[in-house]
């Protein structure tokens, strides 16, 4: 039973069997939609979201090895919830560090739309060291860990503009 559930929480329960082609595109746009939608619409408030994300991040650590075994590849495409936590990392600081300025549902969507790109700009180019951790770790930590590396250059290039927003364009 556990075994079964942990497949679907790694594949996203539809990511895994009916989509084929392009699965991380696919996840990564399923979790911008996702988290805009409980943001924006739901108005469940951001402290909320994040803890929800760190216990995903956790469990799918664990998931992930438990599901390893029903592949026969060590990085398999279908597990795509690397995708969702990769994807979700610029989203949720931005949402902690900017969600006092009332951004409209446009605009935010607008800024996950340039996260969404940058994400799957990283993650699929793999810059260093996300290609050295893509490659040396066949396992669990390696799945995981490429896409959050992938998430953090989505926040630095975030810092970037915003930096050079503030000191170059005044």
């Known amino acids: 039973m556990i075994n079964k559930f942990n497949y679907y929480f790694v594949t996203l329960l539809i990511f895994g069997d009916s989509v084929q082609k392009y699965r991380g595109t696919w996840a990564s746009l399923f979790t911008v939609l996702f988290l805009f939608i409980i943001i924006y619409f739901l108005k469940i408030s951001v402290f909320v979201v994040t803890i929800l994300l760190l216990i995903i991040f956790v469990y799918s650590y664990f998931a992930i090895a438990s599901s390893l075994k029903n592949f ?3 990085d398999p495409q279908e597990i795509v ?4 936590v990769g994807q979700s990392i610029p989203i949720i600081l931005f949402e902690i560090f900017h969600g006092d300025r009332n951004y409209s549902a446009y605009e935010a969507l607008q800024i996950y739309f340039w996260f969404f790109l940058l994400f799957r700009v990283f993650d699929g180019l793999k810059p260093f060291p ?5 490659k040396k770790f066949k396992n669990t930590f ?4 490429d896409d959050i590396l992938a998430g953090i250059y989505v926040v630095l290039c975030l810092i970037l503009f915003m930096v050079g927003k503030t000191y170059l364009l005044q």
């Open 72 to 74: 026969k590849e060590s």
């Open 130 to 134: 996300i290609d050295y951790v893509d």
């Open 81 to 84: 919830i690397d995708e969702f």
């Open 142 to 145: 390696g799945i995981l860990f």
